[in-house]
């Protein structure tokens, strides 16, 4: 049986890694990590109760190329945070942007057969100049480097809900060997749905705010609700729509749902004379437009009272500068006519959104995976860690020794095993040809 040798950097709680091994296994290579790079404390927890023989090393920016020993695969889930729609973008412009050079300098000085590179969506489009371009200068500069090492690169945007997991996660990969390009089309396609990873009979969450949930709404008819006031439709379940900040009139119901949708359209940020954004507060004027009453002053003051709506200046479009260049911000414009707008935080709510068990999750994140729930034993409840793994295509006896909160965090920001092994399966063919196994 032939040896692999691979290095795991940004490893997280080493999920590429789990896809390789897995795969080139499965071709029949014996693997070999000879490094390990991680800096979060918990992850390490979770990589040595998988890797109990093994020795973790801590931030690869300390770490010399020429002391890491030779190997034949580099993995790496490089930062993401700086090219991410989450995020500012700031892309090379911030210190975890820059990572990717450490990888680079690795390639450069070990030269290895190949790589798996992982990383969000948005770095197909950061830094472009205009949306007709396909990809942005930070991709560019990234393929452009790694083929002036001598790699044949490809690269595509995959996502995980084509791979056997039941949650929507866009993910790129890129992938290189000395040898030739390897394809990332033409995967075979496997949908599952959520209800086929849940575990069943779980401690559910008693709190004033799932009972008045629950006083509103059967376990059903909670399948795949949003719970926020942001936004409108049948899938979003509002703070009135539960009277959470106290008791709402059907009359109240309907102005707060109106006043949902039209705030949200253009033709108010020509009235303003505002750039539109996407939630503006509404005049009196304004909304007499839709909803003529004649006590509709005493009604949205109630609201105020209450806490459903506040009262605020339109916000104008400004340029602020900063060491990081210009940027766009919003601000309220005090010479504009004062309106009212739906309190609206983004993760106001103990609960986010409660999983549609016939559907499949969104793209789970770490700052707001706690919010995220499932129907369960008449009541709601959120997911389990090991719901989390299968989430993430793990197998169940992958362990996971953290707590709750640590768990989140850490599945967050990890990787769609599936679709890492569905890679690296071509890799250890390409692999093969090349050494002659």
């Given at each position: 049986m032939a040896n692999v040798k691979f290095i795991d950097l940004f490893a997280g709680i080493g999920g590429i890694r789990k896809g390789f091994e897995t795969a080139f296994n499965k071709c029949g290579f014996k693997t070999e990590c000879v490094l390990t790079s991680e800096i979060k404390p918990h992850a390490y927890k979770v990589l040595l109760a998988n890797n109990p023989n093994e020795i973790i090393s801590g931030d690869i920016t300390k770490i010399e190329a020429k002391d890491i020993p030779?190997?034949?695969?580099?993995?790496?889930?490089?930062?993401?945070?700086a090219f991410s729609y989450a995020g500012k973008r700031l892309g090379f412009q911030d210190t975890r942007g820059t990572l990717f050079f450490e990888v680079e300098r690795i390639l450069k000085e070990k030269r290895p057969f190949g790589f798996i590179l992982e990383n969000v969506e948005g770095l197909v489009t950061h830094d472009r100049d205009d949306?007709?371009?396909?990809?942005?200068?930070?991709?560019?500069?990234?393929?452009?480097?790694?083929?002036?090492?001598?790699?044949?690169?490809?690269?595509?945007?995959?996502?995980?809900?084509?791979?056997?997991?039941?949650?929507?996660?866009?993910?790129?990969?890129?992938?290189?060997?000395k040898q030739k390009s390897v394809s990332l089309e033409g995967f075979p396609v496997n949908h599952i749905a959520l209800e086929q990873i849940l575990e069943s009979g779980q401690p559910t969450i008693d709190t004033e705010f799932t009972r008045l949930l629950m006083s509103h709404f059967t376990p059903n008819?909670?399948?795949?609700?949003?719970?926020?006031d942001k936004r409108g439709g049948d899938d979003n379940i509002h703070s009135w729509d539960i009277e959470m900040k106290g008791e709402v009139s059907q009359e109240q119901k309907v102005l707060l749902n109106m006043m949902s949708r039209?705030?949200?359209?253009?033709?108010?940020?020509?009235?303003?004379?505002?750039d539109w954004m996407d939630g503006m507060p509404l005049t009196v004027d304004m909304i007499r437009e839709f909803y003529d009453k004649k006590n509709l002053v005493e009604i949205l003051e109630d609201l105020v009272k209450k806490g459903y709506l506040k009262k605020e200046y339109p916000k104008a479009l400004i340029t602020e500068h900063s060491i990081f260049g210009d940027r766009k911000v919003r601000k309220q414009d005090t010479s504009k006519k004062i309106g009212y707008n739906i309190v609206a935080g983004k993760l106001s709510f103990e609960i986010n959104k409660i999983l549609?068990?016939?559907?499949?999750?969104?793209?789970?994140?770490?700052?707001?995976?706690?919010?995220?729930?499932?129907?369960?034993?008449?009541?709601?409840?959120?997911?389990?860690?090991?719901?989390?793994?299968?989430?993430?295509?793990?197998?169940?006896?992958?362990?996971?020794?953290?707590?709750?909160?640590?768990?989140?965090?850490?599945?967050?920001?990890?990787?769609?095993?599936?679709?890492?092994?569905?890679?690296?399966?071509?890799?250890?063919?390409?692999y093969s040809s090349f050494i002659g196994h």
């Amino acid at each position: 049986m032939a040896n692999v040798k691979f290095i795991d950097l940004f490893a997280g709680i080493g999920g590429i890694r789990k896809g390789f091994e897995t795969a080139f296994n499965k071709c029949g290579f014996k693997t070999e990590c000879v490094l390990t790079s991680e800096i979060k404390p918990h992850a390490y927890k979770v990589l040595l109760a998988n890797n109990p023989n093994e020795i973790i090393s801590g931030d690869i920016t300390k770490i010399e190329a020429k002391d890491i020993p030779d190997f034949d695969f580099l993995l790496g889930g490089f930062p993401c945070q700086a090219f991410s729609y989450a995020g500012k973008r700031l892309g090379f412009q911030d210190t975890r942007g820059t990572l990717f050079f450490e990888v680079e300098r690795i390639l450069k000085e070990k030269r290895p057969f190949g790589f798996i590179l992982e990383n969000v969506e948005g770095l197909v489009t950061h830094d472009r100049d205009d949306i007709s371009q396909p990809i942005g200068k930070t991709l560019s500069v990234i393929i452009d480097n790694l083929t002036s090492l001598g790699y044949f690169v490809s690269w595509r945007v995959l996502n995980s809900k084509d791979f056997g997991v039941a949650q929507e996660r866009k993910r790129i990969y890129i992938v290189g060997t000395k040898q030739k390009s390897v394809s990332l089309e033409g995967f075979p396609v496997n949908h599952i749905a959520l209800e086929q990873i849940l575990e069943s009979g779980q401690p559910t969450i008693d709190t004033e705010f799932t009972r008045l949930l629950m006083s509103h709404f059967t376990p059903n008819e909670l399948y795949g609700k949003s719970i926020k006031d942001k936004r409108g439709g049948d899938d979003n379940i509002h703070s009135w729509d539960i009277e959470m900040k106290g008791e709402v009139s059907q009359e109240q119901k309907v102005l707060l749902n109106m006043m949902s949708r039209e705030r949200r359209k253009k033709k108010w940020a020509l009235v303003h004379g505002i750039d539109w954004m996407d939630g503006m507060p509404l005049t009196v004027d304004m909304i007499r437009e839709f909803y003529d009453k004649k006590n509709l002053v005493e009604i949205l003051e109630d609201l105020v009272k209450k806490g459903y709506l506040k009262k605020e200046y339109p916000k104008a479009l400004i340029t602020e500068h900063s060491i990081f260049g210009d940027r766009k911000v919003r601000k309220q414009d005090t010479s504009k006519k004062i309106g009212y707008n739906i309190v609206a935080g983004k993760l106001s709510f103990e609960i986010n959104k409660i999983l549609d068990p016939y559907g499949i999750a969104p793209t789970l994140v770490a700052m707001d995976m706690k919010k995220i729930f499932v129907v369960d034993n008449g009541g709601v409840r959120p997911l389990t860690l090991r719901e989390g793994l299968r989430l993430f295509g793990y197998p169940d006896d992958f362990k996971f020794p953290v707590s709750q909160s640590e768990g989140y965090d850490l599945l967050g920001n990890t990787v769609a095993v599936p679709v890492i092994i569905a890679i690296s399966e071509r890799l250890a063919e390409a692999y093969s040809s090349f050494i002659g196994h």
